[in-house]
């Protein structure tokens, strides 16, 4: 079996405290491996977007553990959380976040200037991934100058950028039309196997679920899909 890389054993969420307080996660358990893409899926508010961010070193978890490699990251500081997220993670968002007053290489290679390499390095591979993702003819628009479509494109070579071994997507296809929307998980899944990155995608689009190694259904801060003991 391939390698693990990602862990969360019993993690449990809760924002706010007393009358207010909201117990997001109950106890999930989790995993993934090098390779694999996965889909997680659920009704609103039941938790997935708390668990990408605690997955992705967003945020702590309230208790129990998440494991990148064999970080403890449950473990760590607040404010060691921003270097392991530049080690581990590539994010894609709902909708676009691309920074408004950078171009699509510049987009493209702020992961990896944030990592620590050249400009010219980082624009080369920028433009690459760019051509891969088919924006080769669009390398200096800014987002409000592309297509919806387009700028999830570029974000998806974002997020592979610098080849980050954990790529996370929180309802990539939210804001694209169903053509699309297939089109930019293809990509993803595509690049996922040519860099070996584990990807776990949260959608509520079943169009996609054929592509996904796994789907794991998450309601009310439990995973109800596969049952404990059934995750292979
Ligand atoms: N920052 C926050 N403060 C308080 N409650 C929150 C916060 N973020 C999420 N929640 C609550 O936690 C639950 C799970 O939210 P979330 O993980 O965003 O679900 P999903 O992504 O599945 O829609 C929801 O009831 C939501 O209202
Ligand atoms: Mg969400």
Redesign the pocket.
Known sequence: MSRLTLRAEGVTKT??TGAVA?Q?LRGVDFQASEGEFVLLT??????????LSALGCVLKPTSGRVMLFDEEVSAMRESDLPRLRLAYIGFIFQGHNLVASLDATQNVALPMRLRGWSTEDANREARRLLERVELGDKLERKPAELSGGQRQRVAVARAVAGAPPIVLADEPTASLDAHTGLAITELLKSLAQEGGHTVVV?THDSRIHHLADRIVE?ED?RIVHPQSGAQA
């Open positions: 924002y706010g909201m997001a659920g009704p609103s508010g039941s938790g997935k977007t708390t668990l949260v998450i801060g």
